[in-house]
DNA sequence: CCAGACGTTGTT
DNA sequence: GTCTGG
DNA sequence: CCAGACGTTGTT
DNA sequence: GTCTGG
């Protein structure tokens, strides 16, 4: 799954990397340990009502989705995934879906293995779990296929300034065998080349989204054992993602 | 009809 | 908002 | 995801 | 054990 990810890029750094034309996020906090409910930046693509072009936006969101009609956002820390087999139909995730589609950058993601090897050895003492970085072969910026939602706070008037929240989770499809051995969930990684599609805001049609989904291919990750800091909301630094002999 | 859920994960 | 359970 | 709390009363 | 906070 993805409980936990690693983004330390610039604004700069994004606005490049994803080819942004607006942001609405003045700055990013680099962060080696992003938790469920702390603000992320997030990629969408919104139609420009002047030009009729489309528009591509960095702008903030809350980890952790909070369906429009929640009465508060009490359990969004429960939906920071989404299943992609299940996405499109369930009542929490489906307009988004449909019409809220975006994409998280991430430099990597963080697993919690409990490996069966360990479980053998440990019969004696007690098992614990080891944190390990996944990231791309090559380093490269990661974008996860994502859905965000706008939720009305009932306790502001309409025109206060934070009536509005934003909230996002990322979607997860089973893991691959190679993976498999570390977690059986991943995070859905779009490929660069299908950034566009995925964003596309007149993509709407169940099916068409269906397909979308389906075309998403495997991650291919590597993953690096680390230290038990990060365990901790508290502990954060580039020495999180640092190799553990 | 109204009331209550609406989600994922891990663990057993 | 929309679906399920009672 | 993991860590840490988990409760009430009265008094300062 | 289970929920909340980060």
Redesign the pocket.
């Known amino acids: 799954?993805c409980?936990?990810y690693v983004m330390a890029q610039s604004v700069g750094d994004l606005v490049a990397e994803f080819d942004v034309d607006e942001t609405y996020v003045e700055t990013v906090e680099p962060s080696y340990n992003i938790?469920?409910?702390?603000p992320v930046p997030i990629v969408l693509d919104r139609r420009d009502r002047e030009t009729g072009g489309t528009s591509r936006k960095l702008v903030p969101a809350r980890w952790?989705l909070v369906?429009?009609?929640?009465?508060d956002t009490?359990?969004a820390?429960?939906?920071?995934?989404?299943?992609r087999?299940?996405?499109t139909?369930?009542?929490?995730?489906r307009k988004a879906a449909a019409a809220k589609r975006a994409l998280v950058p991430a430099n990597g993601y963080?697993?919690?293995e409990?490996r069966a090897a360990q479980e053998a050895a440990g019969k004696a003492g007690k098992v614990e779990?080891i944190?390990t970085y996944l990231h791309a072969a090559d380093g490269g910026l990661l974008a996860f296929a994502a859905l965000f939602e706008n939720w009305p706070d009932p306790t502001l008037p309409p025109d206060h300034p934070e009536r509005w929240l934003r909230t996002c989770t990322i979607l997860?499809g089973p893991a691959s065998d190679t993976l498999g051995y570390i977690?059986?969930?991943t995070p859905v990684i779009v490929p660069r080349e299908m950034w566009d599609d995925w964003l596309n805001p007149e993509t709407t049609r169940e099916e068409d989204v269906r397909a979308l989904i389906d075309s998403m291919p495997e991650p291919h990750l590597t993953p690096r054992i680390v230290g038990?800091m990060v365990?901790?909301?508290?502990n954060n630094g580039p020495e999180l993602i640092e190799p553990v002999g």
Do not use: C, Q
Not at 89 to 93: G, L, Q, R, V
């Open positions: 799954m409980g936990r938790a469920p409910t702390d952790g369906p429009p009609w929640s009465k009490k359990g820390a429960r939906l920071i995934n989404a299943r087999e299940t996405v139909e369930k009542p929490s995730f963080y697993e919690w409990k779990k944190p997860t977690h059986d969930r038990s365990n901790s909301v508290r």
